[in-house]
């Protein structure tokens, strides 16, 4: 992990690929380069799904309790490696250090998930099912998986996918984000230390051409993928045109609907938890805020003095920093960008985090821009950093209409003392995931991270027992025996 360079990993073997193109990973607080990742291509894939393959052969008919044996001493290890892994995250990443913590513990849930897995994947069976005939069904394994991950989050996001896909006797192809490929190193090096046979998890690095690979590769059988929904459809159609199974979950326009009768406080961290932790950069961050009727008014007071407190430092070398940057220099000025385009448009920038960043790093401020209507074109966009865009409905059947106008079915938000008003919000909101009362709704690994429309394309979302099901197919065995 100290290597200026950052390997590869193909059969149990860390390897430096021989590559033309080299990315840059950062310290996004201070903005200097601290390693550099190869971009790979159809090459180093397919020596990976090579490597994947023949490891499947015995993998796949390990028992269940044996591959849980491993999980559990990886569970062990990567409590033991905690604080470790947290500062990694935060290094690569820029998320504060608790950020990074909620990133590693919301992994961990999913490898607790992932050690029940005899559990999980025991059959049914039904004795006489006709005269002399017995049912039986088994969930097996399918062969070669891939996952293709974003930056926001190093740990969580890949640990959705890997423990349990491996945990179900399938061999896996991990390609991080190039933008923060050391977490994933790490956390592969802990799971061969915990026993895991050399070839059923890989790791390759790089970009469009990777994935490119990965997702026509005639080894591969399934595809996971989280990012941007433009790519997630791309993923979608290209691995589906190559006969996969594909969970592709993408971008997100979640709300946050404050009525009157909302608990001030409580509410109030909330949203700021919602909007600006982690700069904004993930698919749950609330980025839409609707204050009903006479609620509006004040509640942009409200959020604009909390704003204030928050402040922006080196995660790195300040571990109680309240706020970290974005992800690197091209994000920073994307989002100054749309910014501007508010202001130009008339939209009020109530905070403008174009002002009072730090010199070093790639600082966006906590911004509130106020008066979004249906008709402006941040009211659709997904900006992915911390800007909050204001509404104000007349009602809550009004904030229900125009949410449900989005194209995203990710997340929405309800703060209210009222239950009917929370039980017709729930009911009425198109979108996979409701919160009432409080600000991220991301399910626990128990539930599937449920995501609708450009949201999510495929059928069976990652977590949970649909995340089973996706990394498993059924066999039904019916005998009759004279």
């Known amino acids: 992990m100290t290597s200026e360079t950052v390997p590869i990993l193909v059969g149990g073997q860390w390897q430096r690929p021989t590559v033309e193109e080299w990315g840059n990973v950062y310290n996004p607080s201070v903005g200097e380069v601290i390693n550099r990742v190869p971009m790979c291509g159809a090459r180093e894939v397919d020596a990976a799904v090579q490597a994947a393959q023949a490891a499947y052969a015995s993998w796949s008919i390990t028992p269940a309790t044996k591959r849980a044996d491993i999980l559990f001493r990886y569970r062990h290890l990567l409590d033991q490696r905690f604080e470790e892994l947290s500062k990694i995250i935060s290094l690569e990443n820029g998320k504060t250090l608790e950020e990074a913590r909620g990133d590693m513990r919301r992994g961990l849930e999913v490898v607790d998930f992932a050690c029940g897995i005899g559990q999980l994947t025991k059959g049914e069976n039904l004795p006489q099912l006709a005269d002399g005939v017995d049912a039986m069904t088994s969930r097996e394994p399918i062969g070669v998986c891939a996952g293709i991950t974003p930056f926001n989050f190093p740990a969580m996001v890949p640990m959705w996918m890997y423990p349990l896909a491996i945990a179900c006797g399938n061999t896996f192809v991990m390609k991080p984000s190039e933008k923060v490929p050391l977490t994933v190193n790490r956390l592969a090096e802990l799971f061969m230390e915990a026993g895991l046979p050399d070839g059923v998890f890989n790791v390759v690095h790089g970009g469009r051409d990777v994935v490119e690979a990965l997702c026509t590769h005639e080894g591969i059988t399934a595809v996971s993928f989280v990012g941007s929904s433009k790519v997630a459809e791309y993923v979608y159609k290209q691995a589906c045109q190559h006969r996969k199974r594909v969970q592709a979950a993408g971008g997100a326009k979640n709300v946050l609907l404050v009525l009157p009768d909302a608990d001030p406080e409580p509410t109030m961290q909330a949203l700021l938890s919602s909007a600006f932790g982690c700069a904004g950069q993930r698919c749950m961050a609330g980025s839409l805020l609707m204050g ?49 385009q508010a202001a130009n448009q008339g939209l009020p920038v109530v905070r403008d985090g174009r002002e009072g960043v730090p010199e070093q790093g790639f600082f966006v401020g906590p911004t509130l821009v106020d008066q979004v209507t249906t008709g402006h074109d941040i009211f659709g966009e997904e900006l992915f950093g911390p800007v909050l865009s204001m509404m104000h409905p007349s009602s809550l059947e009004q904030a229900i209409t125009w949410f449900n106008e989005l194209p995203f079915g990710n997340a929405a938000t309800i703060f209210t003392q009222d239950g009917g008003a929370a039980r017709q919000f729930s009911r009425q909101v198109a979108c996979g995931m409701v919160g009432v009362n409080l600000g991220v709704p991301a399910p626990m690994a128990l539930f599937s991270f449920s995501g609708w429309d450009h949201s999510f394309f495929g059928d069976l979302h990652v977590q949970g027992m649909e995340g089973v099901m996706f990394y498993t197919r059924q066999k039904t065995i019916l005998s009759r025996w004279s």
Request: aromatic share 2%.
């Open 292 to 340: 009903i009727g006479s609620a509006g008014e004040s509640l942009r007071e409200q959020v604009v003095g909390a704003m204030d407190g928050l402040k922006m430092d080196d995660t790195v070398a300040n571990p109680t920093a309240g706020m970290g940057p974005v992800i690197d220099d091209l994000a920073r000025q994307r989002i100054f960008d749309r910014i501007g």
